[in-house]
């Protein structure tokens, strides 16, 4: 049962206009939230946080929402540049599981010029 | 800083032969993981080492072996190599923010096939 869910593996959108990645997790224990982007044939590099006591967390184009009721959290870019364009994964942890990060499937964006 | 390294990029191995997944870190990082990426399935934790000397399961340890005996290496190890093992595999390090949590670096990952 997977605990971390990305339910969309794959999104379009075009230069310049606001990408929207949604991620959702079912474990009440994960309380550290990250997002990765991935290149082809390259390694997962961090991107973002978010600690559960907090709603937002915002870098530049990036930022983070957590909905902590809807065990819910989403990756807003804006405006999103043909670079973005790579797989995405959002990630979980939680002090409880030792730090131990639990990632969804993963959400592959184009950037169209 | 080279960051984190892996060796072999690619590999093929025949069903049943065994072999060694290296990697290397130069950050000093206390904590080591392996995963394993599939297809849909996002990356997977095989087994993970708090530091030299200590290592743990992670959710799919079956048919690895880990070690660690220095602060910057951890191999990860295939006993007996099944096709269900044929997987991109990555290597990270990380250490521990002020906050008490750890952001993973990523090596360039370990593509695997077994015939």
């Known amino acids: 049962d997977q605990q971390v869910k990305q339910n969309s593996p794959s999104l379009s959108v075009q230069e310049g206009r606001i990408s929207i990645l949604n991620c959702d997790y079912t474990n009440s224990m994960f309380d550290y939230f990250l997002w990765y982007k991935k290149y082809p044939a390259e390694g997962p590099t961090f991107l973002i946080s978010?600690?559960?006591?907090?709603d937002k967390n915002e870098d530049g184009r990036f930022t983070v929402f957590l909905n902590k009721s809807a065990k819910h959290l989403s990756l807003h870019i804006v405006p999103s540049q043909p670079g973005d364009s790579a797989v995405y994964f959002c990630?979980?942890?939680?002090?409880?599981?030792?730090?131990?990060?639990?990632f969804g499937g993963g959400t592959r964006v184009l950037v169209k010029p | 800083n080279a960051g984190v390294t892996q060796t072999p990029k690619f590999q093929v191995l025949k069903t049943g032969q065994s072999m060694t997944l290296q990697c290397a870190q130069d950050?000093?990082?206390?904590?080591m993981s392996w995963y394993r990426q599939d297809p849909g399935m996002g990356l997977r934790l095989i087994h993970y080492s708090v530091g030299a000397g200590i290592t743990d399961q992670g959710e799919v340890p079956n048919g690895y072996n880990v070690s660690r005996s220095t602060t910057e290496d951890f191999p990860l190890r295939l006993l007996s190599a099944a096709p269900s093992q044929t997987s991109v595999y990555f290597c990270a390090s990380s250490y521990s923010t002020s906050g008490g949590r750890y952001e993973q670096y990523f090596g360039p990952g370990t593509r695997l096939t077994v015939t």
């Open positions: 990630a979980a942890s939680g002090k409880a599981a030792g730090n131990k990060l639990t």
């Open positions: 950050m000093n990082h206390e904590y």
């Open positions: 978010i600690s559960s006591i907090k």
